[in-house]
């Protein structure tokens, strides 16, 4: 009896050692934690388009589909954000990344448009809202446009004009 207690108490120290313990036995699954969103930015700025996941030793490859293409080319950013110059031609260009961990795994991000934003300026003065705002027509031809509210100003912010 003796004898066998032993010899399980010797199997059961070998098993112990045989199965792996710490931070390398655990096997982060791969997910995106925060999907890329469509995204503005004026002529001359940067836009960026970035995904944040989680799991073990992530690669990213991004894909990119200018506006007149008609399908999407693996771009050479391989970082967790994808970011050009703005100018009139790169507006509507759309982005998408693929994750890859070191097991194998992949995960595809939501696709985004990032587009020009035409600078806005406004000013209120005694209640009344101007505001102005200039487009390009990627040729250097500027256009400008200029909008005045005359009612009453409840909110306004630069996505947001509410009267009343």
Known sequence: MRQRITALLLCLVILLTLIPTGASAAKTPLSITAQPKNGYAAEGETARASVTAEGDGLEYQWYVKTASAEKFEKSSVTKAAYSFKMTAKASGRQVYCVVTDEH?????????????????????????????????????????FKLTVVKRITEMSADTLSVT
């Open 104 to 144: 194998g795994y992949q995960v595809t991000s939501n696709t985004v448009t990032l587009s020009l934003k035409p600078p806005v300026e406004y000013t209120i003065v005694d209640g009344k809202a101007t505001i102005t705002a200039t487009a390009s027509d990627g040729s250097g031809k500027k256009t400008t």
